[in-house]
């Protein structure tokens, strides 16, 4: 009888993480760029109780495996990498990216990677250059900040689809800056892992960046100024799936207190 109250606990354990994978989904809905989790779950031990066993000369024996199992355990969280929606927004420092490329961002002297297109312009003692929202420079082709000439109006700045930068001239005319932000992508993206302010880092899973530039990918990725992706959370998707997280921990939990009540009816055989 033990049994079942440790089985059901781990099913409501395994429940309560993936009520909090769905709920952080939901919470980055309107997160540039986010890309949603799904909890995966494994089986635990089986004990065996009886073994398959039959005899081929007089077809005697049990054809069929005599297994309980222990419980569920979270197992991992999937990060899904579909296309968001891109929605315009006409400011020529976002940029949505289509396609499976990421832009490189140095944080504190080590390289991170994010979906997230929504670029400033922050203005240093070396010049104005592109940066996260929080000020971390993006990087270009050579591994070093994007700066952009004083005489340059941000309003003018333009962004190819390649994402090589120019600038409109005062003859209306564009002018290259030879500058190319840096795209990279993952023979495993599903490796990284996330550090938060929608920044990922490289792990011996995803394996080293691959720079789509140097020709190092099957697919390269087109940017698209003015425009931003958005998240790829689908809410009412989310919400069916916090539906079926809650009955299964209701269920769990129905099937602890089932297992305590046959316990008590046990203990009261005596009586």
């Known amino acids: 009888m033990m049994r079942s109250l440790w089985t059901a606990a781990s099913g409501m354990i395994g429940q309560q993480q993936n009520v909090d994978t769905i709920s952080n989904n939901l919470a980055n809905v309107n997160t540039f760029g986010y890309k949603k989790e799904r909890m995966e779950f494994k089986t635990l031990l089986y004990e065996t109780i009886a073994r398959a066993d039959l005899d081929p000369s007089n077809r005697t024996g049990r054809p069929v495996n005599l297994q309980i199992g222990h419980g569920v355990r979270p197992m991992s969280t999937a990060r899904i990498f579909s296309q968001g929606n891109l929605e315009r927004t006409d400011n020529s420092n976002d ?22 297109g929504a670029m400033k312009v922050s203005v240093t003692d070396a010049g104005a250059m592109l940066v996260t929202s929080e000020g971390y420079p993006i990087m270009g082709l050579d591994d070093t900040p994007l ?48 550090v938060g302010s ?29 425009v931003l992706e958005m998240s790829n959370v689908q809410v009412a998707e989310e919400m069916v799936n916090l539906i079926v997280a809650q009955r299964a921990y209701d269920i769990n939990s129905k099937a602890i207190t089932t297992s305590d009540e046959m316990l008590q009816t046990v203990n009261n055989l005596k009586r």
């Not at 691959?210 to 087109?222: F, H, I, M």
């Open 147 to 194: 700066y952009i000439p004083a005489d340059v109006a941000v309003k003018d700045l333009s962004i190819s689809e390649e994402g090589e930068l120019s600038y409109i001239n005062g003859q209306g005319q564009y002018e290259d800056l030879g500058l190319r932000i840096k795209l990279t992508q993952f023979s495993n993206p599903q490796g990284l892992e996330a």
């Open 198 to 226: 929608n920044l990922l880092r490289v792990t011996s899973a995803s394996g080293p960046a691959l720079v789509e530039a140097d020709g190092e990918t099957n697919r390269v990725s087109r940017f698209r100024q003015g």
């Open 95 to 116: 940029v949505a990216i289509e396609g499976d490329g990421f832009l490189v961002v140095d944080r504190g002297g080590e390289f991170y990677y994010t979906k997230d």
